[in-house]
């Protein structure tokens, strides 16, 4: 089937900002070459335009034909540099297309070719012709990670700002080792490669600390029943994860979620208001960006009781107190260099209440976010928003990925002056 004849395919609708973007996959020889095959499929559904190259390592552990069909493209493999449906040779040409180059799994013989600038295949042929950044996923047996030789070359290769990296995790590997050396998840890959797409590999958050806070505290009434509401914490996950595609180090305040806190973000968990307080003033005076992305349960039960009360027990009608407002407590703490910023998840018409909280709560910028659209707002895959800053700027965000939501939160943050 040709591109153009595809049907409409509904991860577009997730993802618009992705369709047609050029991603380059090469897969080296290992057994985690399985795992990328659901890297170049999710890429697909996405709309990206993929084309891949499998070393000749690789074809031991999945085929051309797989790739192929995955990406709706023939996959290239050694030893061909020249194609009759190409004008240059195939490396250049690859090169020059790519707009972000995966290496996944990246091997320790490509890793320690990459590292000294050695080509003598298609694939590090490709890295050599191209300038895009390049997203490395490593995967080996552990003793294989920790060679000093192999770290020497990871941490040379890392030096230079063209090479950004996924992964290695810990856990069981296929030679029944538990360690690390374990290939980055799918999913995890995929975050870094829309994050890339979207920065082109600026890392501007590098040295700055972000402290983000999510999800939606509880207040419990007794051991087994609160007050709550719908977040999951997507949003503040996705913000944790451009900050760190960008360089922060970041802390995630979270209250109860239900995803993993990505890798290399510090996190702190907390149940109630009073706690998700206590964890923000702490981790605050050394935050250079703050981020309140979490839904504030705004009330509390007046009283808390130690044992599950029967059911005959329960009041008719339940005394509640105010919990502090803790972004507006920060806003009376911050200094000239933090930048604060709230979200307001509004409905109905969102501006004019989100310029109040972003005036009461001395903020430099608030997202306002419309809980009542489709495809928008509490659990959702995807968002929208209208930024606001301090010195009057709007900017719309059309519907798009959390990720790309979160990406242009910091972008628009990074515009904001004194
Ligand atoms: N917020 C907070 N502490 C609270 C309530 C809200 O820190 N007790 C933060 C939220 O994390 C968000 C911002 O304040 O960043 C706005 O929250 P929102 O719930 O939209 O507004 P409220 O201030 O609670 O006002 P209202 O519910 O009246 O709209």
Request: aromatic fraction near 6%; charged fraction near 20%.
């Amino acid at each position: 089937m040709k591109h153009e004849q595809r049907p409409n395919r509904t991860a577009n609708i997730q993802n618009p900002k992705l369709e047609g973007r050029r991603v380059l996959v090469g897969v080296g020889g290992g057994i985690a070459a399985y795992k990328v095959c659901e890297v170049v499929s999710n890429l697909f559904k996405s709309g990206v335009d993929i084309r891949a190259i499998l070393t000749q390592a690789a074809q031991e552990f999945i085929t051309p034909l797989t790739i192929t069909t995955l990406s709706r493209h023939p996959a290239y493999t050694d030893p061909v540099f020249w194609q009759p449906s190409h004008t240059r040779p195939v490396h250049i040409e690859l090169g020059e297309w790519a707009e972000v180059f995966v290496i996944a799994p990246l091997t320790a013989n490509t890793l320690g070719k990459l590292a000294h600038g050695l080509a003598d295949n298609l694939l590090t042929n490709t890295v050599l012709a191209s300038c895009c950044p390049v997203l490395l996923a490593p995967a080996m047996n552990t003793e294989m990670w920790e060679q000093v030789s192999v770290q020497r070359n990871w941490q040379q290769l890392l030096s230079d700002p063209r090479y950004h990296s996924v992964g290695p995790d810990a856990g069981l590997l296929a030679c029944d080792r538990v360690g690390s050396g374990r290939m980055a998840e799918p999913e995890e890959i995929l975050a870094s490669v829309r994050s890339l797409l979207h920065t082109n590999g600026k890392r501007d958050l590098v040295g700055k600390r972000v402290l983000i806070s999510t999800g939606g505290t509880q207040e419990y009434l007794d051991p087994v029943r609160f007050i709550g509401n719908p977040s999951t914490g997507k949003m503040g996950l996705a913000l944790a994860q451009a900050a760190l595609h960008r360089g922060a180090t970041v802390t995630l305040v979270h209250a109860p979620i239900s995803w993993e806190v990505p890798l290399g973000v510090r996190a702190i968990s907390v149940v109630n208001a009073a706690q998700m307080q206590q964890a923000m003033l702490e981790c605050f005076p050394d935050a250079d960006v703050i981020v309140m992305a979490a839904a504030v349960a705004d009330v509390k039960p007046a009283e808390y009781a130690q044992e599950k009360l029967p059911k005959k027990l329960l009041p008719n009608s339940l005394p509640l107190e105010p919990v502090p407002d803790i972004l507006a407590e920060l806003g009376q703490r911050k200094q000239p260099h933090q930048r604060l910023i709230g979200f307001a998840a509004q409905s109905g018409y969102i501006v004019k209440p989100a310029l109040e909280k972003l005036r009461n709560k001395k903020l430099d910028a608030i997202a306002a976010n419309p809980i009542d659209k489709p495809n928008s707002g509490f659990g959702s895959d995807t968002n929208q928003a209208i930024f606001l800053d301090k010195q009057g700027r709007q900017l719309e965000i059309e519907p798009c990925s959390k990720l790309e939501l979160a990406h242009h939160l910091f972008d628009f943050v990074s515009n904001i002056s004194g």
